[in-house]
């Protein structure tokens, strides 16, 4: 899947395949050559599932997460079969815009109804969401503008889906979605929008930004932060505290 500095947390699946319960287990993690122990305790009985929290911490282009069962109520797991999974990830940077809104610009192609959208911040709580478009075969819709009001400091993701999975392009309309800040800065501007999904991370505003005479001199960020926090765009000779 795809991740950025928005959404970096996942979760771990345990699924209890044996006749006790559950009440602790240690789960060993490698995420792009981080090693740890990732503690759940808690009582899941047979045949129950519960999701474990995990953080990534992986920020090249590809990245790939392993996790395997430890032990299980304080003792190796008598059947190991099933105790490991892996996937990959691709780490997504964020770029920041200093803007009091966002303007949406979007042009559907002729099957609109299967078309859909959100804007989400960085709990994942959905703030503005798209209605039902209607298909309008033979003829390309007009293009449809919206503004979202978003509060500074903070991350947002953009989200917009295809229910065939095709997005929209070529032989049924050249659809586009274009992100730009009130200034008329351009956010993103995707014209390939060819699959089921894609997403679009950014910063509305310098996530906690210290500003020196008008000029941005250093940038914190995600906030808030449960793990890696990034400080970038500090002088050399600047000293501070956290």
């Not at 899947?1 to 287990?25: A, D, P, Q, Y």
């Not at 474990?52 to 090249?60: A, D, F, N, W």
């Not at 609109?112 to 911040?121: I, R």
């Not at 200034?183 to 906690?208: C, H, K, R």
Request: proline letters at 3%; aromatic letters at 10%.
């Amino acid at each position: 899947g795809k991740i950025s500095t928005c959404e970096r947390t996942t979760n771990v699946r345990l699924i209890n395949r044996g006749t006790s319960n559950i009440t602790s287990t240690v789960i060993t993690v490698s995420d792009s050559g981080i090693v740890y122990n990732l503690t759940w305790s808690g009582n899941l009985a047979p045949n129950k599932e519960v999701l474990i929290p995990l953080t990534l911490q992986g920020t090249s282009a590809t990245n790939n997460v392993t996790i395997s069962v430890n032990s299980v109520n304080l003792i190796a797991d008598a059947r190991t079969t099933n105790n490991s999974d892996s996937y990959n990830y691709e780490f997504l940077a964020v770029q920041s815009f200093i803007t009091s809104s966002v303007k949406l610009e979007l042009q559907l192609d002729i099957y609109g109804s299967e078309t859909s959208w959100e804007v989400l911040d960085n709990a994942g709580n959905i703030l503005y969401s798209s209605e039902e478009y209607a298909d309008e075969n033979p003829d390309v819709p007009a293009v449809k503008n919206y503004t979202f009001n978003l509060a500074n400091n903070t991350c947002y993701i953009f989200k917009i889906y295809d229910s065939y999975g095709d997005g929209f392009c070529c032989d049924y309309g050249d659809g586009y979605y274009k992100l730009t800040t009130d200034s008329g800065t351009v956010m993103v501007n995707n014209t390939s929008f060819n699959s089921d999904e894609a997403l679009y991370p950014f910063i509305v505003g310098s996530i906690l930004g210290v500003k020196e005479t008008n000029k941005l001199v250093a940038d914190i960020f995600p906030n808030p932060v449960t793990d890696i926090l990034n400080i970038t765009k500090v002088s050399n000779n600047a000293t501070f505290a956290i």
